[in-house]
């Protein structure tokens, strides 16, 4: 894409690293019998009579604030959600993702825990998902900009859906032909 003279060239990220690799709000308990999905934990899934088994436990061992079922969808590729989709052969429930009580007052700074606080947890930890979803879809990207001559001026991976990746390399060849404008000026 050509933008104020600029080639901006949109490039999905072959080589990002999983999100579930950094601090996050929630912790995902995942099992499947062909993917490595959320976190590590040390849950396994044939000690438990079935999900509400695992859900009680870990309510109760992890003193879970809010906890949400999540979901797979497996068909030419894996999507992930904390709602079920609709086909009941290649889709079903892997897990949980949650947080505690503890980690809940540490994330919003406060000793007591209010129902909006839940209400924002749940809608953190959805969240959290989502971009996890994205990562499992190849839904991160990179840029490249090339100036008016032809030379590699700039390059940023790892964003995100294409549209913010595209948004940020626009603001990068903003900053740089305000910075060509400024230092033209007599």
Known sequence: MDYKGFKIEIIQDQDSSSPREDDNFGTMICFHKRYNLGDKHGYRHEDYSGWDALRAAIETQEDAAVILP????????????????????????????????AKLREEFLVKCISQKHYADAAKNLIGE?????????????????????????????GFFGEESCLDEAKQNVDYHVKNLTANALP
Not at 88 to 95: E, H, N, Y
Not at 141 to 154: A, R, V
């Open 70 to 101: 999540l979901y797979l969808y497996d068909h030419s590729g894996i999507t992930i959600s904390t709602t079920p989709f609709s086909c009941r052969w290649d889709s079903g429930q892997i897990g949980f993702i949650f947080i505690s009580k």
């Open 129 to 157: 998902v989502g971009t996890y979803d994205q990562y499992l879809r190849g839904d991160i990207y990179g840029f490249k900009i090339t100036d008016p001559e032809g030379e590699e001026i700039d390059s940023c991976w």
